[in-house]
């Protein structure tokens, strides 16, 4: 065994890994990672030097791009002073954090509980809308992740509950807003927007304002596929929340923090949630942190009621200063206003694709937060894979396509459905989009070989 001090070369890392590290989502046999050594920007390199350009953020968490040097130097400076204590005390960088939070946040939003990943923020408002609502039902939607642990995985739908089943007592799930596979047979803008009315159809079926507690959603459905809602949509549903007295629940983990071209996915329609919640872009992950804020009127239903819910490291001095450096850099840099605009871009150049490449069936998507849907035939639109059926990640064209791009050095996440999700840092250059760009069109040839 070697001393921890040791420098391991890049088999032994891997090996060790193998061996003690537990990896999720995937057959441990299966496990085979390239070892990195270091991340800058848009970019990372792995141990033989070999250069990746990050197209998706990794878990499209780094909206920033690696090792920004005002963040680490945050970190750096405030763990000199102060690293962790608890959270019944006051700290400036939590003061200062929750400040700017409320600040950038739609709506009346005011207060926000710290937790560490959009797993636990989740489960943070669940227990919210339950306490103050004094009800039990949570809406969501079929095609959401809401994160890993039980209730926030309840509420989520794709093979990733499998494995949690039976999920927390009192989930309900509605259909989705898919345009392109409208689950009504409906073509916008003649729908009259019939899955924010099944929303309503939903809630009343459950009991509405005596049994409901919460509706919750990701404004733009990011692992499930990226899926965009029509205009109309979420207006509607604030609707439908205000008129049963229900919480609307903003679950901003992936599109948040300036990821689709506003600071906030909501924004795009002009709605504000009762309760929103972040992590990933928060911190862009320098240091993991998830945010759970209430708007005033939900405040004021927990003045006088304890807020039974915690975590040691809630309010983590070292994440806040993390939160707030990175805040800052998007502001310096016009980094939200850079997603909008090379996210139009790349729209642009993903659609172009289209033309060339039969396996693609639909592109869609906001600010940097672009899915390009693959099918087996445009006609009949049947996907290239299940996920609903078929479960974790079969052998695929897609996977086909994603490994072949990172052969020739552009990384893409997997995602769920049969989607390539396009997400880079929201420093991305035109230079990078025309790049990657050109590395898909070379590796959908594989996709294309297998339409029918
Ligand atoms: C929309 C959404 N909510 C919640 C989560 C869970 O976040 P975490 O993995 O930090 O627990 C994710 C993770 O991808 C997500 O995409």
């Avoid at 090792?67 to 945050?74: I, N, Q, T």
């Avoid at 809602?229 to 629940?249: A, S």
Wanted: proline share 5%.
């Amino acid at each position: 065994m070697k001393k921890e001090s040791t420098k391991l070369d890049a088999a032994t890392i891997r090996q060790y890994e193998k061996d003690h590290v537990l990896y999720p989502w995937a057959a441990q046999k299966d496990v085979n990672p390239i070892v990195v050594d270091k991340a800058k920007g848009c970019c990372f390199w792995d141990t033989d030097g070999k250069e990746y350009l990050d197209f998706s953020s990794m878990f499209v968490f780094s909206n920033l791009g690696h090792s920004d040097d005002r963040v680490k130097e945050a970190v750096l400076k405030q763990a000199e002073k102060l690293q962790a204590i608890s959270v019944s005390f006051a700290t400036e960088p939590k003061a200062k954090l929750a400040k700017l939070i409320a600040d950038l946040t739609p709506g009346d939003i005011t207060k926000t509980y710290f937790c560490a990943s959009g797993s636990e923020a989740n489960e943070g408002a669940i227990k919210i809308a339950r306490l103050v609502t004094g009800r039990q039902k949570i809406i969501s939607r079929f095609r959401s992740y809401h994160g890993s642990t039980y209730g926030a995985m309840g509420l989520s739908n794709d093979f990733r509950n499998w494995a949690a089943e039976p999920a927390i007592p009192s989930t309900v799930h509605c259909l989705d807003p898919y345009c392109y596979r409208c689950p009504f047979g409906a073509t916008y803008p003649n729908c009259d927007v019939q899955c924010a009315k099944h929303v309503e159809d939903v809630i009343r079926f459950e009991g509405g304002a005596k049994r409901v507690a919460a509706f919750i959603g990701e404004p733009v459905i990011g692992s499930n596929g990226i899926i965009v809602p029509p205009d109309g949509y979420w207006p509607k549903v604030r609707e439908i929340c205000n008129k049963y007295d229900i919480l609307l629940i903003d679950d901003e983990v992936m599109a948040g923090w300036g990821r689709t071209g506003k600071w906030f996915a909501i924004e795009h329609w002009g709605v504000d949630p009762d309760i929103i919640c972040t992590a990933k872009g928060v911190t862009s992950g320098y240091i993991p942190l998830g945010t759970t804020s209430v708007n005033k009127k939900v405040a004021a239903l927990i003045d006088d009621i304890p807020y039974i819910h915690g975590h040691t490291y809630s309010g983590h001095a070292l994440a806040m200063a993390a939160g707030i450096a990175t805040i800052e850099a998007y502001q310096e840099d016009d980094l939200i206003e850079n997603s909008a605009k090379l996210g139009d871009y790349l729209l642009e150049k993903a659609k172009e694709l289209m033309d060339k490449h039969p396996c693609i069936g639909d592109v869609r998507g906001k600010g940097l937060f672009v899915g390009v849907e693959l099918v087996k035939n445009r006609k009949t639109k049947e996907p290239i894979h299940d996920p609903y059926i078929e479960g974790l990640r079969p052998p695929t064209a897609k996977v086909k396509v994603l490994a072949e791009a990172m052969k020739n050095g552009v990384y893409c996440l997997p995602g769920i459905a049969s989607v390539l999700m396009l997400a880079p840092p929201l420093c991305v250059t035109k230079e990078q989009i025309d790049f990657a760009i050109e590395v898909f069109d070379k590796a959908l040839v594989i996709a294309d070989a297998e339409v029918e």
